[in-house]
Structure formats: structure tokens, C-alpha cells
């Protein structure tokens, strides 16, 4: 189940690519898929009203809190030193959880 797809910056050859597929995809989902392209303008009608894939950063992000990388006003910046001992141990505990679960009884 596909609630919304926003392709950030997505490649040319991928948009080709969803151009011929697209056909072939069912239509509820097909609309649920859009492009966000953060170097354009952003369009006078929503991409639902005019019925192409293309949207506008705003429509999906707000500019304030995604980081300036991303074409966001944002000065926060990801940190992979700084953020991925907290996923490890995130990982780790959840691991060792599973694992109780389906350790056999003693």
C-alpha cells in the first residue's frame, strides 16, 4: 500500500523510465507518485490539478526544516559520526530482542 512517493531529485533517465512504465501502472497509484524537483519554481497549480508528476518542494516539504543540501533553508546537517552510534545501539537492543523472543524456553 502506497499512501504518497515523492522522488527527490530524481534522475532523467528515471523519469524517462517512469514515462514508459506509467502506462502499465494502475491509476490510483500511479497518481500517488510525484517528482520534487527543489530548483524550480513552484508551480501555480498543484501537479493533482494539472495532472503531471511534477510538485513543488513546499508541496511535500516544508523549506524551513529540511537542510539547505536538500534545498531547505535549514543550517542542521547530518552527521554520520554523530548520529550512528544512537542507530547501532538502537539496532542492537531491538536485535536482542528478537532474539528473546525466539530463544527456546528453558
Same mark, same amino acid.
Given at each position: 500500500? &502506497?499512501?504518497?512517493?515523492?522522488?527527490?531529485?530524481?534522475?532523467?533517465?528515471? @523519469? +524517462?523510465?517512469?514515462?514508459l512504465?506509467?502506462?502499465?501502472?494502475?491509476? @490510483?497509484?500511479? +497518481?500517488k507518485?510525484?517528482? @520534487?524537483?527543489?530548483? +524550480?519554481?513552484?508551480?501555480?497549480?498543484?501537479?493533482? +490539478?494539472?495532472?503531471?508528476?511534477?510538485?513543488? &518542494?513546499?508541496?511535500?516539504?516544508?523549506?524551513?526544516a529540511?537542510?539547505?543540501?536538500?534545498?531547505g533553508?535549514?543550517?542542521?546537517?547530518?552527521?554520520?559520526?554523530?548520529?550512528?552510534?544512537? @542507530?547501532?545501539?538502537?539496532?542492537? &537492543?531491538?536485535?536482542?530482542q528478537l &532474539?528473546a523472543?525466539?530463544?527456546?524456553?528453558?
Open positions: 500500500r &502506497l499512501g504518497r512517493a515523492a522522488v527527490f531529485q530524481p534522475p532523467r533517465f528515471f @523519469v +524517462a523510465f517512469f514515462s512504465v506509467s502506462p502499465f501502472i494502475d491509476p @490510483v497509484t500511479k +497518481a507518485v510525484s517528482f @520534487v524537483d527543489p530548483s +524550480a519554481p513552484a508551480p501555480a497549480e498543484s501537479a493533482a +490539478a494539472t495532472g503531471g508528476p511534477w510538485i513543488a &518542494l513546499e508541496d511535500v516539504f516544508d523549506r524551513q529540511l537542510e539547505k543540501d536538500c534545498g533553508d535549514s543550517p542542521a546537517s547530518y552527521s554520520h559520526a554523530a548520529y550512528w552510534p544512537a @542507530v547501532e545501539a538502537e539496532f542492537a &537492543l531491538h536485535k536482542a &532474539l523472543k525466539l530463544a527456546p524456553p528453558q
